[in-house]
């Protein structure tokens, strides 16, 4: 006799939470994530499809397979990954359960998801994330990102939360957490650090003359705020090369 899982049909789809990595397409063109476990290898939009790991042909989740998006019932439990330090750099995302899924104990595996939210925590110098900025790793033709402050930005490749969030489309709302506050609540839910310039060959590039019709006044202010954070780095940079120069 096969065994058969009960159906469920929930009204509206079931809220998940996990923790990933944000990532940049290495063109600057799209936005993502990517998992911190199994399947970290394949980066995935803010609406997108699981598929097989193993690169098995099956439909994920298949109940003989480890596939598909994983996720916890509860933050507290993906909060709590967080103080692992082989995680401290990742963000805790609120989705959304779609099509197929396998309910657990302490959580979903199903088919298809969509990130509703991402919360960036502070930066490595404890001040509060205004920017995600090339976190110095990735995955083939994918720029890992991670919660930077406008001071500890300097030439780096990245973007500001607001513009993270326009970037990987479809609604996600952006927020930094913890540290002490120097970024700009933005509407929608979306904080406007200061941020969307960037540095670096086949790196993201955003004007600020060329948002202006997008952003709201606070998240403007909050983008020539780093932008005039990256002036004063290089003014540092361009005074230490003058400085060789007399000595030489």
């Not at 995955?139 to 780096?156: D, F, I, K, M």
């Not at 929608?188 to 200061?194: C, K, N, V, W």
């Amino acid at each position: 006799m096969r065994l058969r899982l009960p159906e469920e049909r929930p009204t509206e789809p079931p809220t998940g939470y996990k923790i990933a990595h944000p990532v940049l397409s290495q063109d600057g063109t799209r936005a993502g994530f990517t998992g911190v476990s199994l399947g970290g290898a394949l980066p995935y939009g803010v609406l997108d499809d699981a598929r097989c790991v193993y690169g098995r042909r099956h439909r994920a989740p298949h109940r003989r397979c480890d596939c598909g998006f994983h996720c916890v019932h509860e933050s507290a439990v993906a909060e709590a990954m967080l103080c692992t330090a082989e995680h401290r750099a990742a963000v805790l995302l609120e989705v959304s359960v779609l099509g197929a899924y396998i309910r657990f104990e302490r959580g979903f595996r199903y088919a298809r998801q969509r990130v509703r939210a991402a919360a960036v925590g502070p930066c490595d110098c404890g001040a509060t994330a205004v920017a995600l900025a090339d976190a110095g790793w990735g995955r083939p033709g994918w720029r890992a990102l991670g919660a930077a402050c406008a001071g500890c930005v300097r030439g780096r490749t990245s973007l500001s939360l607001a513009s993270f969030a326009r970037l990987a489309g479809e609604g996600l709302r952006v927020r930094a957490t913890g540290g002490p506050s120097t970024g700009v609540e933005g509407p929608g839910g979306a904080t406007a650090g200061p941020g969307g310039a960037t540095a670096g060959p086949g790196g993201a590039t955003a004007s600020l003359g060329g948002a202006a019709a997008l952003l709201g006044v606070s998240e403007l202010v909050a983008e020539a705020a780093l932008l005039q954070a990256r002036l004063d780095w290089f003014q540092s940079q361009l005074g230490r090369l003058q400085d060789r120069g007399t000595q030489g």
